[in-house]
Structure formats: structure tokens, C-alpha cells
């Protein structure tokens, strides 16, 4: 199987400008060319892009993605790294979860006075110009 950079798009639902740049970062082997210098893709390159897609979905970055890809590609490897990774990955969405959390509280209590009155008295506006007001010191 032989796809054009556009056929690969359509079945990976990976837009041509991004499988530009996974080639141009190495995520991505350079596909051989045509005569006319036209991209021609095969099956491995299917696969690798939806290994790619589904990473970037689950919010793992590029640099980590290539490792994984690293690994992948060494089958008989230990998984121990490639769990760390995830688990490293897990902690930082933890993390990213609680901070989320904490900034949803305090507009929540920033908004609960509701939209009377005039500017001057808006609790918004109150608790946004005196860091004080707020109900955590970090968010």
C-alpha cells in the first residue's frame, strides 16, 4: 500500500501540515518520493502515525513521544521505562488536575456575589486587584 501524504491524512485524520512536521522532527521516518517528488507512504508509516496521534491525544509530548517510539521499536525490551514514563506522565496530570481544581473554587467564589450593582462594588474586579481576597495564596 502506497498512500500520498493526502490519503494518509484521510485515514490517520492527521493534517498534512502536521505529518510535515512529525518528518521535520524525526517522529516520522521521510517518506520516499516519486518521480514528480510527490510523499508516498506505506503501512509502517500508518501505524507509527496513529501511535503518534493517539500519544499527542493523551497529552504526551513530542520529546517523549520519540522515546517512546524508541522503545516500541525494541519489542523485547523491558516495559519498566516505558511505565515510568506513563506513571510520570499520570502525576503530572495529577498535578495539572488540582491546580485546575483550585482555579475553578476561586472563580467560583469570585462569582457568587453575582452581577449586581455597579463595577466599582464587583466582587470580580475586588478579588482580582487584591491578590488577599483570594480563598488560596497559590493558584
Known amino acids: 500500500m502506497e498512500l500520498p501524504i493526502g490519503g494518509l491524512s484521510r485515514l ?7 505529518i510535515r512536521y512529525y ?9 520516499p518520493r516519486t518521480g514528480s517528488n510527490r510523499r508516498l507512504y ?20 513530542v ?19 516505558v511505565d515510568g514514563i506513563a506513571r510520570a506522565h499520570l502525576a503530572e496530570i495529577d498535578d495539572r ?8 473554587g476561586e472563580i467560583s467564589r469570585m462569582t ?15 478579588v482580582l486587584a487584591d491578590h488577599g481576597l483570594c480563598g488560596h495564596a497559590h493558584h
Not at 112 to 126: L, M, N, P, S, T
Open 12 to 18: 490517520t485524520g492527521v493534517k498534512v501540515p502536521t
Open 23 to 31: 518528518e521535520t522532527v524525526g517522529l516520522l521516518p521521510e517518506a
Open 42 to 61: 506505506g503501512q509502517e508509516a500508518v501505524r507509527r502515525l496513529r501511535f503518534i496521534r493517539h500519544a499527542r491525544d493523551l497529552g504526551f509530548e
Open 63 to 81: 520529546e517523549v513521544i520519540r522515546q517512546l517510539l524508541a522503545m516500541a521499536d525494541q519489542p523485547e525490551r523491558p516495559c519498566a521505562e
Open 97 to 104: 488536575i488540582a491546580r485546575l481544581t483550585a482555579l475553578r
Open 112 to 126: 457568587e456575589c453575582g452581577a449586581h450593582g455597579k463595577v466599582g462594588d464587583c466582587r470580580v474586579i475586588q
